[in-house]
Nanobody, 123 residues
Framework: VQLQASGGGLVQAGGSLRLSCGDS????????VGWFRQAPGKERDFVST????????YYADSVKGRFTISRDNAKNTVYLQMNSLTPEDTAVYYC?????????????????WGQGTQVTVSS
């Protein structure tokens, strides 16, 4: 499994970005997928996760109401729409494929990780 996260960049506070996570070997379409982020000097934190069907979704409290996770299994891609970004959202964002079809906030439940994409929000 080779996950490819993309869509990061530099944006001003209040702006938006959409991250994408794809997998050419289609493992992503068969399991839950999560997004995590890691800021410099901090631990990797849970951001959001979506079940295999898309029917079950969780968000971290810090992003609830601003971020939206979605998936298109036909395209083997999961998205993270990020709106109203703040400097506190600055981090490397990672997508990961779970060992299960069910979503989880626990990074230990995720078997495969992408390389990460940098999101930088300027004030």
């Amino acid at each position: 499994v080779q996950l490819q996260a993309s869509g990061g960049g530099l944006v001003q506070a209040g702006g938006s970005l959409r991250l994408s996570c794809g997998d050419s070997r289609r493992a992503l379409s068969n399991n839950a997928v999560g997004w995590f982020r890691q800021a410099p000097g901090k631990e990797r934190d849970f951001v959001s996760t979506i079940s295999w069907s898309g029917g079950s979704i969780y968000y971290a409290d810090s992003v609830k109401g601003r971020f939206t996770i979605s998936r298109d299994n036909a395209k083997n891609t999961v998205y993270l729409q990020m709106n109203s970004l703040t400097p506190e959202d600055t981090a490397v964002y990672y997508c990961a494929v779970s060992r299960s079809i069910w979503p989880s906030r626990d990074p230990a439940q995720y078997a495969y990780w992408g390389q990460g994409t940098q999101v930088t929000v300027s004030s």
